[in-house]
């Protein structure tokens, strides 16, 4: 199996493995550290704690799902806690696309 190397991948490979400098690797190594470092700064500073609460919320209803809960989303969290999570402008549409479909003669409620 032959590896793809990106464009900009290139400057990491020599072409011939006796022109291997330490310094060099060195320089690659701690650029790549750098990088590394910056993207998960920036992973984490984009997840805060409020939404770092809402993912473990979803995912603790995945798992109580998974194993034969039956209860709908809302019901789980209860009222408070399931408007807060989903925020009032969605509910908004999504109260505006229920009242749609009401009219419209479906039984099924989006959420």
Not at 79 to 87: D, F, M, P, S, V
Request: net charge positive.
């Amino acid at each position: 199996m032959s590896a793809v190397i990106q464009p900009q991948d290139a400057k990491y490979f020599v072409d011939n493995p006796k022109d291997f400098n330490p310094q060099r690797n060195k320089t690659i190594v701690e650029e790549t550290v750098k990088e590394t470092t910056a993207f998960f700064e920036k992973l984490e500073g984009a997840l805060d704690n409020e939404a770092m609460d809402r993912i473990d919320i979803v995912g603790t209803y995945g798992r109580y799902r998974f194993n034969r809960g039956h209860k709908k989303f809302r019901d789980y969290v209860g009222r408070e806690l399931y408007e807060k999570l989903i925020g009032e402008k969605i509910l908004s549409k999504i109260r505006t696309l229920g009242a749609a479909d009401r009219l419209a003669g479906k039984t099924k409620i989006l959420l």
